[in-house]
């Protein structure tokens, strides 16, 4: 059975840095693709990160280029989201994701295995 279960949301001030966590079990992280979402009350589910499996290369959405990275643990089997210099419009459900493969990465109907996402909340 495979679970994505993600941590480190909260609620932090405008300008602060958070780091989430998404520990799998049931697959390996560095046979995935893997991508952070967000989704904001009344918006569409984004990609802000994705991880890729082959050579784990990455891709950042354009609104948080410059203050996210995206990274793996293989030996942790997790994967990680630091996300400095975070501003009110950051506010949303954060979501990690699995894919196997890697050519629509930025669609979240191709993503197989989602975790229950946890709340990043920043205050101005």
């Known amino acids: 059975q495979v679970q994505l279960v993600e941590s480190g949301g909260g609620l932090v001030q405008a300008g602060d840095s958070l780091t989430l966590s998404c520990a799998a079990s049931?697959?390996?992280?560095?046979?995935?693709?893997m991508g952070w979402f967000r989704q904001a009350p009344g918006q569409e589910r984004e990609l802000i990160a994705a991880?890729?499996?082959?050579?784990?290369?990455?891709n950042y959405a354009d609104s948080v280029k410059g203050r996210v990275t995206i990274s793996r643990d293989n030996a942790k089997n997790t994967v990680y989201l630091q996300m400095n210099s975070l501003k009110p419009e950051d506010t949303a459900t954060y979501y990690c994701?699995?894919?196997?493969?890697?050519?629509?990465?930025?669609?979240?109907?191709?993503?197989?295995?989602w975790g229950q996402g946890t709340q990043v909340t920043v205050s101005s």
């Open positions: 994701a699995a894919y196997d493969g890697s050519v629509r990465f930025r669609s979240p109907s191709v993503y197989t295995y």
């Open positions: 049931g697959l390996t992280v560095s046979r995935y693709s």
């Open positions: 991880i890729f499996w082959s050579a784990g290369g990455t």
